[in-house]
């Protein structure tokens, strides 16, 4: 089992920054990876970006050049920093571990009891 806590969301002005937060603690699978999805109001879940096991990261285009993921296995933390935040950028955040399978392609299992999610953190950006 696999537990996810998130912080770090909050509300700032467009082009202003976060920085995401997700303590992670259990044990996950080799098959697994690690990253970060969004899902606005009346939007369906989107994933946003990706870290593999060796470090190689992957984005939505839509952020591209403004979000980086990054991880520490020291401290069990996966982060997500945004830049150059947008009004679209407004959503719940979450921390995931989903198959690298479906998480390479910034997609997710069908089946939610193969996925694991924090409980979100809210990010609002107003223009």
């Known amino acids: 089992q696999v537990q996810l806590v998130e912080s770090g969301g909050g509300s700032v002005q467009a082009g202003g920054s976060l920085r995401l937060s997700c303590a992670v603690s259990?044990?996950?699978?080799?098959?697994?990876?690690m990253g970060w999805f969004r899902q606005a109001p009346g939007k369906e879940r989107e994933g946003v970006a990706v870290?593999?096991?060796?470090?190689?990261?992957s984005y939505a285009d839509s952020v591209k050049g403004r979000f980086t993921i990054s991880k520490d296995n020291a401290k069990n933390n996966l982060y997500l920093q945004m830049s150059s935040l947008k009004p679209e950028d407004t959503a719940m955040y979450y921390c995931?571990?989903?198959?690298?399978?479906?998480?390479?392609?910034?997609?997710?299992?069908?089946?939610?009891?193969?996925?694991?999610w924090g409980q979100g953190t809210q990010v609002t950006v107003s223009s």
């Open positions: 259990g044990t996950t699978y080799s098959y697994y990876c």
């Open positions: 995931a571990a989903v198959y690298c399978a479906f998480l390479r392609k910034l997609q997710y299992s069908d089946d939610d009891s193969d996925n694991y």
């Open positions: 870290i593999d096991s060796d470090g190689s990261a």
